[in-house]
């Protein structure tokens, strides 16, 4: 076998090696919570934080976008990956699933709150972004980053809660650094807690009574993605 030919060989034998590597499906869930209870819609059940009154939820999203596993030899990085993330099931959980993630050891998953600055200031639909959605700026292009709209009890009257954000500088990138895993285990699942408490507590802690509204002062609505920075905690022990 002259040289020419067998270099051919072993570039063909790398090539079926890196193509046929074993794949597979990791699933990153989330469940949402408040404080230390579980969410439940529609309800008078949770405190003002910073002030008077007891709140509901009524509707809670936002967006979970540019999801990346980085490993010791290399990362992997989800296409199209921008995720609307819900809450109102049964379960009051959130699953996304990652195809086609190369088989090896991860060492941290890498996320971000919100949307990029280069395809929030686009028309064009990726993932779950849709430009005439719920989530879309009815008054500029681009994209609600996290929506929460509930009702605050305030001695017979109920106020209204509306808490928009979605300014370029809101998005927010967090990084977990992942179990080690056991001899011969594998990446099956990730498990995250959203406190949806910590929208109004950490950095500023908000009394809905004075700030019953948020969406288009960006000094609001800094304090409020200062604090949603912190609401995604990872669980330990994610499935192997």
């Known amino acids: 076998m002259t040289a020419i030919t067998l270099a051919a060989f072993l570039l063909a034998v790398s090539y079926t090696l890196l193509n046929t590597r074993p794949m597979e499906t990791v699933s990153l869930h989330f469940e949402a919570v408040v404080d230390d209870d579980p969410l439940l819609f529609d309800q008078l059940l949770y405190p003002n934080p910073g002030g008077e009154g007891d709140f509901k939820i009524i509707s809670f999203l936002f967006y979970l976008s540019n999801i990346k596993l980085v490993g010791a030899a290399e990362n992997y990085v989800e296409a199209d990956s921008y995720h609307l ?49 719920r989530m879309a700026w009815s008054w500029d292009v681009g994209y609600k980053f996290v929506l929460f709209e509930g009702g605050l009890d305030l001695t017979k009257s109920l106020l209204p809660l509306v808490y928009h954000i979605g300014f370029d500088e809101n998005y927010k990138s967090m990084a977990f650094t992942l179990d080690q895993p056991s001899s011969g285990s594998r990446l099956q699942s990730v498990n995250f807690e959203v406190d949806i408490m910590r929208l109004f507590t950490g950095n500023a802690r908000i009394d809905m009574a004075g700030l019953p509204d948020v969406k288009f002062d960006k000094n609001d609505a800094k304090s409020i993605a200062n604090n949603y920075a912190a609401m995604i905690t990872l669980r330990r022990n994610q499935g192997r």
């Open 85 to 133: 993330v819900r809450f109102d099931n049964r379960d009051n959980s959130f699953t996304i699933e990652l195809e086609n993630v190369p088989r090896q050891n991860y060492e941290t998953i890498e996320f971000s709150i919100g949307v990029d600055a280069t395809a929030n200031n686009s028309i064009n639909p990726i993932g779950d972004l849709d430009s005439n959605g």
